[in-house]
C-alpha cells in the first residue's frame, strides 16, 4: 500500500507544481517555439526567463506570437495603461483584462512589465551622490616623509546626462621641504545620445604652490563614446 501511494504522489507532484508554474509562451518567425516567464517588453525588445537559457532578448519584429498565462501591465502610445494577460498573433495585439477584452495593433505598444517592477518607458529619476575621502601616509628613517591628501564629490546622474563637482587636495613634506601643496577643483557635465555616445564639457582650476601656479583654468569640451556601459561598469573615452 505504501508502495501505491508513494508512486502515486511521485506521479501527481509535478503536475501539482507546473500548475503554479508560469509559462508564457513566444513563437518566432523561424519556427522555433520558447517558453518561460516574460518579465519586460521595451525598446521593440522582449526579455524572457527561461530554464534552458536564463535570460534571453528578442526583437518583437521576429516574433509572430506572445501569450502569457498572467497579467502584466502594459502601456500604449496614447499613454493608456492596461492590466491584463497578453496574447499577440502577428500584428494584432489583444490584452485580456478586468474591464474587458482590448485588441489593437502592436505598434502602438510602448512597454509592458511584471506587477510590481517600475515602468520602463518611464524617465528615471536624477539622483545625488556623494563622495569624500581622507587619507595620509608618513615614512621615517634615511628619509622623513609625510602626505596627507582629501578629495569630495557631488554627482547627479540620471539616464541620460550627469554633472560632477570635484575639489580634491594634496599635501607633502620631504626631509622638512615642502614637495607638494595642490588645489584643484572642477565641474563636468556629461549628455549621452544614442546609448553609447556623448559630448561632454568640462572646467577646472587650480592652484600649486610648489610649481608657482596661483591659478590654472582649464576647459574641455568634445565628443565621448562607451565602450562598456553597465550599471556597475563603465569603460569610457572621450
Known amino acids: 500500500m ?102 489593437v495593433s502592436r505598434d502602438v505598444l510602448t512597454a509592458a512589465w511584471l506587477k510590481g517592477k517600475p515602468d520602463p518607458s518611464a524617465p528615471e529619476k536624477r539622483d545625488w551622490s556623494y563622495e569624500a575621502a581622507l587619507e595620509g601616509s608618513g615614512k621615517s628613517g634615511n628619509t622623513e616623509r609625510s602626505s596627507l591628501g582629501a578629495r569630495l564629490k557631488a554627482e547627479l546622474k540620471g539616464p541620460e546626462d550627469q554633472l560632477q563637482f570635484y575639489l580634491r587636495g594634496s599635501y607633502a613634506k620631504e626631509d622638512g621641504e615642502e614637495t607638494d601643496d595642490e588645489i584643484l577643483g572642477g565641474i563636468d557635465f556629461e549628455r549621452i545620445f544614442r546609448q553609447y555616445h556623448s559630448w561632454y564639457s568640462r572646467i577646472e582650476l587650480e592652484r600649486d604652490d610648489i610649481e608657482n601656479i596661483e591659478l590654472r583654468t582649464t576647459a574641455a569640451a568634445g565628443y565621448g563614446y562607451y565602450f562598456l556601459k553597465k550599471s556597475y561598469h563603465e569603460l569610457r573615452t572621450r
Open 2 to 103: 505504501n508502495k501505491i501511494f508513494a508512486c502515486l504522489f511521485s506521479t501527481l507532484l509535478p503536475c501539482l507544481l507546473a500548475t503554479n508554474a508560469v509559462s508564457d509562451v513566444i513563437e518566432h518567425d523561424n519556427g522555433s517555439r520558447i517558453v518561460g516567464e516574460i518579465t519586460r517588453i521595451y525598446e521593440n525588445k522582449l526579455v524572457m526567463e527561461t530554464d534552458f537559457a536564463g535570460t534571453i532578448e528578442v526583437d518583437l519584429k521576429n516574433l509572430t506570437r506572445i501569450t502569457t498565462d498572467r497579467p502584466l501591465f502594459v502601456s500604449l502610445k496614447d499613454g493608456s495603461r492596461l492590466y491584463g494577460e497578453i496574447d499577440q498573433r502577428d500584428d494584432n495585439l489583444v490584452i485580456n483584462s478586468e474591464g474587458g477584452r482590448h485588441t
